[in-house]
């Protein structure tokens, strides 16, 4: 079935580094990719997304590259800050148009002052 | 108006408790979710309704039985619960039921089952 691998499940990093969250999909027909960063007891908040037709995305500090050919999406923080710290999942649409998407397992990033 | 609204926050109900979970969305957006969110792990699909339809069931326990009584509104219904069915319930939306559309998720509602 469809499946989405997320690495990884936690990632620490100083203030100022990059951090990096990789995720592999298994639907060749996903054609929708988001982010969502979910801070301790708050709602899941769409951060980016890409589509397949684009290969790379850009927000200020946030950037995203799909790679379709090897089924691979990464999320890119630069000049990480401490309320950076959250649970990250990505997600991969599904083939058939129901509106269903498979989520990663997340990734705990914890950013230290 | 850019939000879901999710009501109750929180809930305590016992097993043999009935109680409703409502979500409500005034963005004319045509697809609506309820998930389910234990800690730390990622949300759960449960149902989708799609143009005030259920179009998803994920194999849900029948003790959770959806309703979506108009296109701006979307509830849960919740009878004789396991304690294991504590959890965070998120709705969402989005602008139709196609893979490509921004999902937009409700606050939660935070349930614990005694």
């Known amino acids: 079935g469809e499946n989405v691998e997320q690495h990884p499940s936690t990632l620490s990093v100083q203030e100022g580094d990059s951090a990096v969250i990789k995720c592999t999909y298994s639907?060749?027909?996903?054609?929708?990719f988001p982010w969502y960063k979910q801070e301790l007891g708050k709602r899941p908040q769409l951060i980016i997304d890409?589509?397949?037709?684009?290969g790379e995305k850009k927000d200020q500090r946030i950037a995203v590259t799909l790679n379709k050919t090897a089924k691979h999406f990464s999320l890119h923080i630069t000049e990480t800050q401490p309320e950076d710290s959250a649970v990250y999942f990505c997600a991969a649409s599904i083939s058939s148009n129901t509106g269903k998407l498979i989520f990663g397992q997340g990734t705990t990033l914890q950013v230290k002052p | 108006d850019t939000e879901v609204t999710q009501t109750p926050k929180h809930l305590v109900m016992g097993m043999t408790n009935k109680k409703s979970l409502k979500c409500e969305q005034h963005?004319?957006?045509?697809?609506m979710y309820w998930y389910k969110q234990k800690a730390k792990k990622p949300p759960e699909l449960m149902f989708v309704?799609?143009?005030?339809?259920?179009?998803i069931n994920e194999s849900v326990p029948s003790r959770f039985s959806p309703e979506c009584p108009n296109s701006s509104l979307l509830n849960l219904h919740l009878h004789a619960l396991q304690p294991e069915d504590s959890a965070l319930y998120l709705c969402a939306s989005s602008l139709s039921p196609s893979g490509a559309n921004v999902l937009t998720f409700g606050a939660g509602s935070r349930l614990t089952v005694l």
């Open positions: 963005m004319g957006h045509r697809a």
């Open positions: 890409i589509r397949s037709n684009v």
């Open positions: 309704y799609s143009y005030e339809k259920l179009s």
């Open positions: 639907d060749s027909a996903s054609n929708y």
